[in-house]
């Protein structure tokens, strides 16, 4: 009990002498800029990648989507991961593809991490003091493209109000030459 209590009062010192207690947003933006200039300035309309999208719940399959000319040409179960014997449902996979035809390009990806610091920013009001929401973005050295995005309540408290939690994994991105 004492290590816990130990950790919490060190948590609370780090995070007070990195500046204000207030909620706030943790995302950087002038990085999110770049790699938005950099996909946008390669002009690829052609390619495919892998695609995991979760918040809570069994862990989804991976889909492969194909993007011909900008605009999704098909998306395809990638894994044996989906088993109707399992706990992952006919209902839920209906949903996460129908999520994955919602954020099936990179500039739809680029869109949707521009809704959720957006939203992000809306639930700071909801947030106590010692809580900030950590959007996390990391980009493709390559292509520019965000590889993982992730965003999750950060708290020095141990009961946080808003317990979400959200992860994008792309992988295996190949640009389709015509």
């Not at 950790?7 to 990195?18: E, I, R, V």
């Not at 946008?40 to 495919?48: E, Q, T």
């Not at 006919?90 to 959720?116: W, Y």
């Amino acid at each position: 009990m004492k290590k816990i209590l130990l950790a919490a009062m060190a948590s609370a010192l780090l995070y007070a002498c990195s500046g204000s207690l207030a909620p706030r947003l943790v995302f950087d933006a002038a990085a999110f800029a770049k790699a938005q200039a950099n996909w946008a300035a390669l002009g690829i309309a052609d390619y495919s990648f892998e695609v995991e999208e979760f918040s809570r719940g069994p862990k989804p399959p991976i889909f492969r989507v194909t993007v011909v000319n900008g605009d999704i040409s098909d998306i395809a179960l990638h894994d044996d991961r989906y088993d109707k014997d399992t706990f992952y449902t006919d209902a839920q996979l209906a949903r996460d593809l129908k999520s994955i035809r919602e954020i099936g390009t990179i500039p739809a990806i680029f869109d949707l991490i521009e809704t959720m610091r957006a939203d992000d920013e809306r639930k700071l009001p909801l947030l106590r003091d010692g809580e900030s929401i950590t959007l996390r973005v990391a980009y493709n050295g390559e292509y520019g493209f965000p590889e993982e995005v992730s965003s999750y309540i950060s708290s020095i408290l141990p009961d946080p109000i808003i317990s979400n939690s959200y992860h994008l994994k792309i992988s295996n991105f190949r640009p389709i030459s015509k």
